[in-house]
C-alpha cells in the first residue's frame, strides 16, 4: 500500500463501497468519510464554507465508524451539506469527536445518492503500516 492511498472503490451488486486505509485509527476515519463523499459527488469541487463539530459513542470501534458515516449521511440527506474535510480531533475505541466541513449541495451533481453505511462485511484490521477496512453502502 501507497502511504499516499486513501481508499479505493469496490463493486458489490447494487450497491458501492470502499475500501479504506489509514496509518492511524484517525486517519482511517477521516478516509473513509473522504472516500463516502467522493462516491456521491466530486469532492474537489466541495468548498468549505460549513463547519459541523461532531461527537460521537458507540460500543466499539467498527460501531463507532458506521455511527460517524451515518451521521454525515444525515446531514447529507437532511440539511443537503456535502463534506469534503474531515478532521478527528480525539478517538479511542468507542468515542470520537470531530469537525467536519464542507458546503450546501446547490450546484453539485451527484453520482451515487447514498443512504447508508452498512456492517456487511465490515471490520477494521491492523495491517502492516496501519489500519483498512471495507464498508459496503446503501444506495
Known sequence: ???TK?????NHTSDV?????GKTPGKIFENAAFGMF???TDIEKVSEKILISVSID???NEELLITFLNELLYYYSTKKVLFKR???LKINETHLDANIS??????HVISNDIKAATYHNMKIEKI???????IIFDV
Not at 502492516?128 to 471495507?134: A, E, F, L, S
Request: charged share 20%; glycine share 12%; aromatic share 12%.
Open 86 to 88: 474531515f478532521d478527528i
Open 6 to 10: 486513501k481508499f479505493e472503490t469496490i
Open 1 to 3: 500500500m501507497g502511504t
Open 102 to 107: 464542507g458546503e450546501q449541495i446547490s450546484t
Open 128 to 134: 502492516t503500516d496501519g489500519y483498512k477496512t471495507q
Open 38 to 40: 467522493s462516491l456521491i
Open 17 to 21: 463501497g470502499i475500501i479504506a486505509y
Open 58 to 60: 458507540a460500543h466499539d
